[in-house]
């Protein structure tokens, strides 16, 4: 997306000013007349003004998922799309450390939903060290007929409490440097649709670079030497069902295990190629859902080099023949075409066997291709190095102020936690900047992607024991329950997690989305700490 100049003006508080009325280009819709939704003042605005502003718009389009020569029409959809040059999802905000963002969303949503989704939504950051009025929560929704200003500091966690500052190759900025983040995303979250929303396409990426400490740069000549430009690429897996004569998406709302579609999508088409170079790439692998897990092979048995987990770079690259993938969570990869002949085909494939919404047997099974690589010619190529440290992780040496336990569970044919549907109400009140130690529980037959939105967390064991090396990291999604890992249970995670610089209330969830809306979520509020 580009950076633009909005009208009206953001403003700390709601904003009393309907949305411009000037025509804009390339037939996007209007929105003469919007007004801003209610919400309470941003947070620290003074602090953070925004130094880049976006604007889109939630509203239907046509999308051709598959290919022209299948003769299947298009489906109609609900995505984002750029305001400025009438770009449809998944849109990508290039957001950068030391810079805070305001993103402009309007609400053009229709009444008529075709047989699922709601015309009210709630765009979270996931999982952006955001304050709770800008998180998008799922009691944060706002109509249609209305936009909704969402502040992202950009900031890392830390910068109000324990690490005014920190440094990082000679350079010295906000909060800790061992927080820095990379691969965010942003999705409906409204109350109870938020699979059906997000399954219709209300779901983008949002990447943040950390030029400002000479790290993860978005540009390869400098900090890691990362893959960057046209070699950085963004991927949304997301299965569905089609009509198989309207071409028109369809959602099971009967169906409260978990929604698995019979047709994979990547970035809104069914089984894309891309043409690429003899050269690494970085691919950011995103389970976008409602419900299916994903184990990644490339056909021609070559390893990814997996530098992040959830988006946020590891201590060191690892190299795996797979990689598992829960619903939300991402991973950052880099691949190597420079082995690949020109002419060559390879494919990025599941192997992972689900049959069910419960989640997967754990079976190694016959490959899915989800994307063809077409190699072409060489390319120069980045000077990132594989052996070299990325980031170290951060201590976890604070003083734990309290243990909390949440069993995820089945009851009556819905979801709970700890025996009880969502209310509305708030499970947990928690003292700013403090620190906690919170388990994961599930028991056998299901899995549970279980996500705490405001901070990221580390796990400190998985049943009783240290966890694999991959999941040494920080993170904001963990699984827990059924063939988790390999073809074992894995029915408990327990994690140190902090809630520092914010203030409001926050949301924990299970990200099979199905499971979400029917009563796997509770609401934590983080409340000013006694003086």
Known sequence: MRPVTLNPEPTEHPNPHPAATERVPHGVAYVTGFTEADRPAHQRWEQFLPAEMYESIEQPVSNNFYPAVDGVPPSTVWTFVERSTGAIGPLRIKARYGEPVLHRVHNALPQENGGFGINKTSTHLHNGHTASESDGGPLHGYDAGQFKDYHYANARAGFASTHPETALNGRTVRGDVRETMSFLWFHDHEHDFTAQNTYKGLASFYTLASDDILLDTDDETTGLKLPSGEFDIPMLFMDKVFGPTTGQLFFDLFNLDGILGDKETVNGKIQPFLEVKRRKYRFRLLGGGPSRVREFFLSNGAPFIQISNDGNLLPRPIERKSIRLQVAERVDVIVDFSK???????????????????GPTGNIIAPTNLVEFRVAED?????????????????????????RHWKFDRSGGAWSVNGVF??????AFIRQNTAEIWTFESGGGWVHPAHPHMEEFQIRTRDGKPPPIYEIARKDMVG???????????????????FRDWLGDYPMHCHNTVHEDHGMMILFKVVEAVQ
């Open 340 to 358: 690949a002949r020109s002419g060559d085909r390879i494919y990025l494939q599941n192997r992972l066997e689900q049959i069910s919404g419960r």
């Open 379 to 403: 390319a120069p190529d980045c000077a990132f190095d594989v052996t070299k440290q990325l980031l170290a992780l951060p201590d976890m040496n604070a003083r734990i102020a309290q243990r």
């Open 480 to 498: 827990v329950g059924e063939n988790v890992i390999g073809t074992r249970n894995s029915g408990e995670v327990e994690v140190f997690i902090q």
């Open 422 to 427: 969502f209310n509305e109400e708030i499970s």
